[in-house]
């Protein structure tokens, strides 16, 4: 149930992502619940091995290189999907830090939710 529910609100988050702002496009809900699974997919399985192959350049920037990391992940879900599109580098870097702040408050939503 939570994980059916988080992917819900994660798919309405990208949703509010493109709405906020311009370099992020979701043509419609179902590309907004694909992309979110493909988003988690990637920070699953993905995230992990490139935070390990980054490491060194990861502790010279004092972290600073994960934002990076994140974006690239983005516009790599923005690059393979049909109706999700990311308008480059820099607008992948803005939208993955929307969707992760948007994110936050979804993950701390359904904790509550399901705790009562």
Known sequence: MKLILTWLLAACALLMVAYLYPGVQVQNFTSALVAALVIGLFNMVLRPILVVLTLPVTIVTLGLF????NALLFWAAGSILAGFHVNGFWAALLGSLIYSALMLLVNAAVRSLLAR
């Open 66 to 69: 994960l934002f990076v990391i």
